[in-house]
């Protein structure tokens, strides 16, 4: 199964429907089934002590699935996340931007599963891992 | 086992650690192992169609379940989120206010967890549903 | 919306169905999106030091969320778990029956959602929470 | 970090510790923070047309995190598991062993993270996927 967009297109449909993410991604890789994305930190991510906060990381993890599935399926701006487990495993660095890797396991015509792992750039531990669940709208 | 913070106490302390929230919080009830919240839901919490983003919602849950247990142990803002599994049902009303009720289900030494449901202001069901385990730092 | 099945209905069902179960369920109470059981604890349940296994506990979580579908929706065999999240946050008391509390918080088309506590019988706080998606075949 | 346990010293402490699981298990390879084992599947794992139960295949991510975790830091019978994310993608094969492949996230002090990914043996792609928290008792 081919992919449907690209990585310019991706951003495109980004920008459309997150204006408020305000530019904060850019793919690094996509392939079928797979996507990495940079997601650039600023002030508004940041928690005391400097780390990034959970609520920036589920962000990541949210965007990069949704971005894996559309790459494949094509913009459907409908899918909708109706199931997220996410683990964080270490602090963040602080100031450094987080690389997330997505696989997606499923894509079926209902749902998609995806696994997410995601990095502080430049440690080679992951500071958290999630695993997402899409509802694909029906034809 | 007393609360160790009141609803003021507990928003004050809210207001140093997380700025970039900007007073969208609000507490509604505060008991022991029980509290409700109020999230303020702005334009920057919106997805196209006027809906409540999955950040947002995970936000609130976050936070909830931060505060919840910061309520029972006094103000350890080095306690972290280390798990999350979230649920999300039904689509939020727009332009609504989010409101979240925590119950925490296990206070212990090392780490303690919280459910939480969100509802959108005035709906019956909700909307999404999350349990957080946090990790309490030892003395 | 009426319930389908009966407890007599359901438990005849499960015995069907889940005949390695061995009559391990017993049906407590039996309302609209909302189902009590008991799950009978022998020796294959438990683990050294007398405690209940996980995978026990996963089970009665499994087949509680499966019944009160079955009884809203009628005996569809079909319906498939596609998701758990549970967290084990208390040990159960050693050959003690378990008791788990179900109320269905989502009953869509396509998808139903299940919130479970676990109890050892005569044990207030709960051993175990769960919640469970199930995937529902289309007519 | 080396291996504490080597796949023999593993096997026979799980027939030691878990009596029940009647030698289900087989160890493929053990590498450290990797673990990969075949569960036997009999007929006490079926569900009605054949297919392996959604509690069987709990039990798999679950005995293997815990002993890829096990062959980390030595036989602790004590460690126990808090939380677990399950997501069911696609149904078993009938009548063929499944295989659990893990990689450990995270081996920290009081916490191990593990992600698993389980197939029927001889297909490609995975039939679930799991991540568990084991809480690792203090020294």
Same mark, same amino acid.
């Given at each position: 199964?081919?992919?449907?967009?690209? %990585? +310019?297109?991706?951003? @495109?449909?980004?920008? +459309?429907?997150?204006?408020?993410? &305000?530019? @904060?991604? +850019?793919?690094?890789? !996509?392939?079928?089934?797979?996507?990495?994305?940079?997601?650039?930190?600023?002030?508004?991510?940041?928690?005391?002590?400097?780390?990034?906060?959970?609520?920036?990381?589920?962000?990541?993890? &949210? /965007?990069?699935?949704?971005?894996?599935?559309? %790459?494949?399926?094509?913009?459907? %701006?409908?899918?909708?996340?109706?199931? /997220?487990?996410? =683990?964080?495993?270490?602090?963040? +660095?602080?100031?450094? &931007?987080?690389?997330?890797? /997505?696989?997606?396991?499923? !894509?079926?015509? *209902?749902? *998609?599963?995806? &696994?997410?792992?995601?990095?502080?750039?430049?440690? =080679?531990?992951?500071?958290?891992?999630?695993?997402?669940?899409?509802?694909?709208?029906?034809?």
């Amino acid at each position: 199964m081919p992919l449907q967009m690209n %990585a +310019e297109q991706l951003m @495109a449909f980004f920008e +459309e429907v997150f204006p408020q993410l &305000d530019n @904060a991604f +850019e793919v690094l890789r !996509l392939e079928e089934m797979e996507l990495d994305m940079r997601m650039k930190i600023g002030e508004a991510h940041l928690r005391p002590g400097g780390t990034v906060s959970g609520p920036s990381m589920f962000t990541l993890a &949210d /965007c990069i699935v949704y971005g894996a599935v559309l %790459a494949m399926i094509g913009p459907k %701006a409908l899918s909708v996340t109706t199931n /997220c487990s996410i =683990d964080f495993m270490r602090k963040p +660095e602080a100031g450094v &931007d987080l690389i997330g890797k /997505c696989k997606l396991l499923k !894509l079926g015509r *209902a749902l *998609a599963v995806g &696994d997410v792992l995601i990095y502080s750039e430049g440690m =080679d531990k992951p500071v958290a891992r999630a695993t997402l669940t899409y509802s694909i709208p029906p034809k």
